[in-house]
C-alpha cells in the first residue's frame, strides 16, 4: 500500500536533491528522510535516486514517479478534506507563489485574516520572480499566485485585480527637492538614482509610467541597482540617491525618515492580481481562499490593506 507521506518526502528530496535540506523543509531528521526513500525502492524494487558522495540526481524511475506522485497527493488532500467538509470544517495546505514586495507585505495581513476565519488551514509562500510564479501555477505545482504585470499567461489560469499599490519616489530629507512641492519631468534627469532591478514588478510599473510621458527609463542617471525595495528605501534614507518604491514599504519602513518627492503628471499604481490555475480539481480549502480573495477585489490600494 501506498503511503502519501512517504510520497511527499520522496517529492520534496526530489525538489531539493538534498536529503539534509529535504529533511530541514520536513522538520524531520536526515536519517528519517533516507529511511522513507529506501523503504519506496524497495517496494516498488528499484532505485529513486542515484547517489555519487554527496550528489543526488533522479534515475530514470525517480523521474517517473514525481508526477505521480504529486497526482496522489492531491487526491488524498482532495479526500481529506471532502471527508472533513462533511463536518462542516474547511482545512487543508495552500501554496501561494509571489514576488517580493507582495511576499512581504501584502500576504501576511491577507493571510492572518483568513487565518482568522479559517484556523485549520495552513500555507506556504514560495517568493520568487513574477514569472516563475507564474509559470508554477501554469504547471499546477502552486495554488494561487500574485503579480503585478501576468502578460501572457497559460489558458489553465485565471486572475483577478484585488488592489493598487502606489509606488512613488522618495528622497533623503536633505535633498534639494524635498523643499519643493512639486518637481517637472525634467528635472527628473539631474539626480542619481536608486531602481530594482530590469523585471521587476516595481521597475516595470515605472518604466511604463514614465514611457507615457515619452520618458526612456535609462536615461535615468542610475547610481545603483538593488534587489529588494527595502534596501533601496534605506539606501535613499542614508542619502546615496533618490528611488521609486512601493508606498506600503515606505509606511512600513521609513516614513519619518525620507520625503516623497510629487512628479507633476506622474502617478505610478502598480495593480496586483491574484490568479489561479483552473485545469485542476479545487479542494475546499482553496476554494474558501479564492472566495474570500474575490470579495476584497474592489479593489484595495495598499493603504486599505493595513487598516
Not at 528530496?13 to 522538520?27: G, P, V
Not at 524497495?42 to 532505485?47: A, D, I, P, V, Y
Not at 525634467?186 to 514611457?211: H, K, M, N, P
Not at 528611488?243 to 502617478?267: A, P, Y
Request: charged letters at 20%; aromatic letters at 6%; hydrophobic letters at 40%.
Amino acid at each position: 500500500m501506498l503511503d502519501a507521506h512517504q510520497l511527499n518526502v520522496f517529492l520534496v528530496a526530489a525538489e531539493t536533491l538534498n536529503f539534509t535540506k529535504a529533511a530541514q523543509k520536513l522538520h524531520m531528521s536526515q536519517p528519517s528522510v533516507s529511511q522513507h526513500i529506501q523503504t519506496l525502492e524497495r517496494n516498488f524494487n528499484t532505485k529513486l535516486f542515484d547517489r555519487a558522495g554527496r550528489s543526488l540526481q533522479l534515475t530514470d524511475a525517480g523521474l517517473l514517479l514525481v508526477p505521480l506522485s504529486r497526482d496522489l497527493i492531491k487526491q488524498s488532500i482532495l479526500i481529506e478534506e471532502a471527508m472533513a467538509s462533511l463536518q462542516g470544517e474547511v482545512f487543508g495546505h495552500i501554496i501561494v507563489g509571489c514576488s517580493t514586495t507582495p511576499g512581504k507585505y501584502v500576504l501576511p495581513h491577507l493571510l492572518a485574516n483568513f487565518h482568522r476565519k479559517y484556523p485549520k488551514v495552513n500555507f506556504t509562500c514560495l517568493v520568487s520572480s513574477q514569472g516563475n510564479a507564474i509559470k508554477r501555477l501554469c504547471d499546477g505545482e502552486i495554488h494561487f499566485a500574485l503579480s503585478s504585470h501576468i502578460g501572457d499567461h497559460c489558458s489553465e489560469t485565471e486572475f483577478i485585480k484585488f488592489m493598487c499599490d502606489e509606488i512613488i519616489l522618495i528622497a533623503p530629507p536633505d535633498h534639494p527637492w524635498a523643499e519643493k512641492q512639486a518637481i517637472c519631468l525634467d528635472e527628473l534627469f539631474e539626480a542619481d538614482f536608486i531602481l530594482r532591478e530590469d523585471g521587476s514588478g516595481t521597475y516595470l510599473s515605472v518604466q511604463d509610467a514614465l514611457a507615457n510621458r515619452d520618458v526612456d527609463i535609462r536615461q535615468l542617471r542610475t547610481l545603483l541597482t538593488l534587489g529588494n525595495s527595502e534596501a533601496i528605501a534605506l539606501s535613499v534614507q542614508e542619502g546615496l540617491g533618490v528611488g521609486f518604491v512601493s508606498n506600503t514599504v515606505v509606511e512600513k519602513l521609513c516614513r519619518e525618515k525620507v520625503v516623497t518627492i510629487d512628479v507633476e503628471g506622474l502617478n505610478i499604481c502598480r495593480d496586483i492580481h491574484i490568479g489561479r490555475n483552473t485545469s485542476s480539481s479545487i479542494t475546499n480549502a482553496q476554494s474558501a481562499f479564492w472566495e474570500f480573495i474575490t470579495k476584497l477585489s474592489i479593489p484595495l490600494s495598499g493603504s486599505d490593506l493595513f487598516l
